[in-house]
Structure formats: C-alpha cells, structure tokens
C-alpha cells in the first residue's frame, strides 16, 4: 500500500536558519504529494502541494520538489522565523476523491 | 479557498454517552468527505470514508457501531460517537473533496 515517511522531529532551529524536513513515499501509481502544518491546537492547513513529477510546490517560502526518481518531496525554508514553529505533514494522495495517506509528523520549534 | 467548518470544536462529555460532531462544506459541494483521528502527538488516521447518499466506508479496526457516519447532503457530514469511553478521547478531523481536499478545523473530544 502506499505510505509516506518523513524525518522524526522534533526539530528546533534558530531564527534565520535553513530549514530541510524529509519526506519520502511509497505509491503504486503517480500521486498528488502535500505538505500541510498544523498549529498548536488547530486543524491542517495545507501549505503546498505538487501533482506530477518535477512540480514546485512553493508557499509563504517554503518549497518541494515532486521528485519521482528518489520518491522524495523533502521541505525546504531558507530562513525560518520564529511563527513558523508548528507540526509539519507530508501526504499523499492518488486521486482528488481518495483519503490522505500522512506521514507521522515532524514537530518544528524556532527560537529567536 | 474553500472553507470546511466542523462543529463543535470542542466538547466534553461523560462516558456512556453519544456525541455528534458535524462537518460542513461551506462554499462548495463534497461529494465526498473523510474522517480522520488524531491521538496527541501523532499523524492522522482515517477512520472511514463517506459518500453522499451512501453508507460509509470504515478502514480496518474502526467500528462501525460505534461511530456512526451520516453523509445525507452534498454539504454535511456527521459522525456521532456512541457510547463513549476515555479512549475515544481525540482530535477528529474532516476533510471535504468536490475534487481537492479541504480540512476542517478539528473537534477535540475528552470523555470523562
């Protein structure tokens, strides 16, 4: 079945730093790939998405690349800030109508 | 975008009795709309998968009996937790798809 894994948190970084959060897939077709973040206390918003191969999903700084070669869709920031900190999902979807399969989560925390 | 309410937010109740939470599609019409659960500090698991004007779909391990799912309109969703226990405590989350998938906020439920 299709699954998604991504880097074990929690990660905490210093204002201004570079942000890498890895996620790589399992799937039998050509899924849509999603990062969403979640804030304390509040559902998922969904923060980028890439449907097919080589897709730059890009919001609020963020950026991921729908890798199809090395299965990855890894999240990038080149300068985080402190509201930033927030649990972030990766998922994946095969269709529109078909459930979200996340990854576990990856707990970001920015100090300043 | 297209806003995906849930009702409550929040609630609290005594163990033994049922609880509704509702899921609304505020500007658009779901065809389909999921359900997930979210234990503190974990990723989301869909729990069932509902169609207007069918029954629902339930993934392996969730009770069917236990957690009711009516989806009797294109833009309302209910699921209703019967006979709750402390271990039902959780964050439920809905998502609605008229095509791309749009989350709710979140219902967290504690039985006591």
């Known amino acids: 079945g299709n699954s998604v894994t991504q880097m074990e948190g929690p990660v905490t970084l210093s204002e201004e730093a570079f942000l890498t959060i890895n996620c790589t897939y399992t799937?039998?077709?050509?899924?849509?790939l999603f990062w969403y973040v979640q804030y304390p206390g509040e559902g998922l918003q969904l923060l980028l998405k890439?449907?097919?191969?080589?897709d730059k999903g890009s919001n609020k700084g963020f950026e991921a690349t729908y890798r199809k070669e090395t299965t990855s869709f890894h999240l990038e920031k080149g300068s985080v800030q402190v509201s930033d900190s927030a649990v972030y999902f990766c998922a994946l979807s095969e269709k529109g109508n078909t459930p979200l399969v996340f990854g576990k989560g990856t707990r970001l925390s920015v100090i300043a | 975008g297209a806003v995906v309410s849930q009702h409550p937010s929040w609630v609290i109740c005594k163990s033994g009795t049922s609880v509704k939470i509702e899921c609304r599609s505020l500007d658009f019409q779901a065809t389909t709309m999921f359900w997930y659960r979210q234990f503190p500090k974990q990723s989301l698991m869909l729990m069932a998968t509902s169609n207007e004007g069918s029954k629902a779909t339930y993934e392996q391990g969730v009770e069917k009996d236990k957690f009711l799912i009516n989806h009797a309109s294109l833009t309302l969703s209910t699921l209703t937790v019967t006979s709750a226990h402390p271990e039902d405590s959780s964050f439920y989350i809905c998502?609605?798809?008229?095509?791309?998938?749009?989350f709710g906020p979140g219902t967290r439920l504690t039985v006591t």
């Open positions: 890439a449907t097919k191969a080589d």
């Open positions: 799937a039998t077709g050509y899924p849509s």
């Open positions: 998502s609605a798809s008229g095509g791309e998938q749009y």
